[in-house]
Nanobody
Framework: QVQLVEFGGGLVQAGGSLRLSCTAS????????MRWYRQAPGNQRELVAS???????NYGTSVKGRFTISRDNAKNTVYLQMDSLKPEDTAVYYC???????????????WGQGTQVTVSS
């Protein structure tokens, strides 16, 4: 059974920083892309950043230049460094990973439970 667990959310003042982490555990053969999404009340879930197993990182327009995604493949962990935070960054942040639980299984998409980030003005 695969689990994705996020850590690092909280309350921060505008202009501050937070670092989120998400670790995948359980039966994991390989992980392809890992992503961070966020969803604010009344809004659709939006892609914040993505990082493939090898290749170019991608960022949402609203966070480009302020957020940095990285991963540690040995730890099955993806990070999101969030700097220069704004009140509009307030949302629940979700980790997502495309992974193969065993060598014979197809890629599946897994989600974490979400972590709240609140930025006060």
């Amino acid at each position: 059974q695969v689990q994705l667990v996020e850590f690092g959310g909280g309350l921060v003042q505008a202009g501050g920083s937070l670092r989120l982490s998400c670790t995948a555990s359980g039966s994991i053969f390989s992980i392809n892309a890992m992503r961070w999404y966020r969803q604010a009340p009344g809004n659709q879930r939006e892609l914040v950043a993505s990082i493939p197993s090898g290749g170019t990182k991608n960022y949402g327009t609203s966070v480009k230049g302020r957020f940095t995604i990285s991963r540690d493949n040995a730890k099955n962990t993806v990070y999101l460094q969030m700097d220069s935070l704004k009140p509009e960054d307030t949302a629940v942040y979700y980790c997502n990973a495309d992974l193969r639980p065993t060598a014979t299984m197809q890629l599946e998409s897994f989600w974490g439970q979400g972590t709240q980030v609140t930025v006060s003005s």
